[in-house]
C-alpha cells in the first residue's frame, strides 16, 4: 500500500495555545549546569588522585595519591561509596571500616557540601530567565489568588438556628505537604432548619426575526384562517 500524503501525518496544532508556544529548553530544570552526582565526583576524585605526585619525607617521589581511596583503588565499589553517605549502617564491618577513615571522612564530606555550591550554580537558568522578565521586559507576577469553596452548614439535632459570623476559621484538612489547611467565611450566614421544598425551572425561548418574516408569517396566518392576502 503507497504512503499516505505526509500532509496527512501532521501533528494537529491550533498555533494559538500558550502551551503549544512553550519551549522545552527555556525551562529551568531542562539542563543544569553541574549534572555531577556523588558518585561521578569521587570517580573524578580517584582519577586524580592518581596524577598527583607523592613525595616522601625527604622530598623524594615516591608514588600518587591513590592509595588515599585505599589499598586497592581501583577496585573500590563507588555505589557503595554513595550508599555509605546515606546510610552507613548498611554496610558490612570490613566497607565499613574502608569508608570511615577520618581523612576520607573528610573527603566524603567536602563532598557532600560541594552539592550546596552546586545547587546554586544549577539555578543560574532560573536566575537568568527571572532577571529577563523581570528587568528586561518589566513584567511583574501577578497576587495569588485565595482558594474558594463551598460550605454545607448542617445543624445538629435540636438546634432551631445557628449564626456563623464572618471570619470564622475552618479546618479543611491539611496538603500534601502537612500543613493545616484553614477557610475563613466571608459573610455571616444564619443556618436554620429551612429545607427547599421543591426545585422549578423556567424556559424563555426568544427568536429574532426581521420585518421580511414578520411579512411572511402574517400570509401563513392569513391563508390558515381562509382570509385572502395582498399581493
Not at 522545552?24 to 556523588?38: G, N
Not at 537558568?125 to 495569588?144: A, D, I, M, N, S
Request: glycine letters at 4%; proline letters at 6%; hydrophobic letters at 35%.
Amino acid at each position: 500500500m503507497a504512503d499516505p500524503s505526509p500532509f496527512l501525518r501532521l501533528p494537529n496544532r491550533d498555533g494559538t495555545s500558550q502551551s503549544g508556544r512553550s519551549l522545552t529548553a527555556l525551562r529551568p530544570s531542562y539542563v543544569r549546569v553541574d549534572e555531577r552526582s556523588l558518585k561521578d565526583l569521587a570517580a573524578f576524585a580517584r582519577a586524580y588522585a592518581a596524577e598527583l605526585k607523592y613525595f616522601d619525607s625527604q622530598n623524594n617521589e615516591a608514588s600518587n595519591w591513590s592509595s588515599f581511596f585505599g589499598p586497592d583503588p581501583d577496585r573500590m565499589d563507588l555505589n557503595e561509596l554513595v550508599a555509605f553517605t546515606e546510610a552507613p549502617e548498611t554496610l558490612n564491618s570490613t566497607e565499613y571500616d574502608l569508608y570511615r577513615r577520618p581523612h576520607f571522612c573528610l573527603l566524603l564530606t567536602f563532598l557532600k557540601l560541594l552539592r550546596h555550591a552546586q545547587a546554586d550554580l544549577n539555578s543560574f537558568t532560573r536566575r537568568h530567565l527571572e532577571f529577563y522578565y523581570q528587568e528586561v521586559l518589566r513584567l511583574t507576577p501577578k497576587k495569588g489568588l485565595p482558594d474558594r469553596v463551598h460550605v454545607v452548614v448542617e445543624l445538629v439535632e435540636g438546634q432551631r438556628q445557628f449564626l456563623l459570623p464572618s471570619g470564622t476559621l475552618l479546618h479543611a484538612g491539611s496538603d500534601s505537604q502537612g500543613s493545616d489547611l484553614f477557610y475563613s467565611t466571608d459573610r455571616d450566614l444564619l443556618a436554620s432548619q429551612a429545607q427547599v421544598a421543591s426545585l422549578k425551572t423556567l424556559f424563555l425561548a426568544k427568536k429574532v426575526i426581521d420585518v421580511r418574516e414578520v411579512h411572511r408569517e402574517g400570509i401563513e396566518r392569513r391563508n390558515r384562517l381562509g382570509r385572502p392576502s395582498w399581493p
